[in-house]
Nanobody
Framework: QVHLVESGGGLVQAGGSLRLSCAHS????????MGWFRQAPGKEREFVAA????????VYADSVKGRFTISRDNPKNTMYLQMNDLEVDDTDVYYC????????????????WGQGTQVAVSS
């Protein structure tokens, strides 16, 4: 059974950095992509970044390109999101997710989700 657990969220000042982690157990043979999404109350879940589980292909939302870096450590079954130069608009609950679709950028393309970790950026 697939199980995803995020960690690393917190409160940081604008311009600061955080690194989120996603521990992944029970990965399916069909898993091709891991992704990060974020969601504010009352809003739709928004794509942030995705990475191929086997290759090093990555894709980012325009809003985070150049500031966020997605990576993975396969032996540790862990994915990361390094977030630099954080902005107040980055305040959200961040979720990691697993997909069988190569580099999907839509929430509907993901099959399993973590419980989320809160990121708050103050001005």
């Amino acid at each position: 059974q697939v199980h995803l657990v995020e960690s690393g969220g917190g409160l940081v000042q604008a311009g600061g950095s955080l690194r989120l982690s996603c521990a992944h157990s029970g990965r399916r043979f069909s898993t091709t992509t891991m992704g990060w999404f974020r969601q504010a109350p009352g809003k739709e879940r928004e794509f942030v970044a995705a990475i191929s589980w086997i290759l090093d292909n990555t894709v980012y939302a325009d809003s985070v390109k150049g500031r966020f870096t997605i990576s993975r450590d396969n032996p540790k079954n862990t994915m990361y999101l390094q977030m630099n130069d954080l902005e107040v608009d980055d305040t959200d609950v961040y979720y990691c997710a697993e997909s069988h679709i190569n580099l999907s950028v839509v929430a509907a393309g993901y099959d399993y989700w973590g419980q989320g970790t809160q990121v708050a950026v103050s001005s």
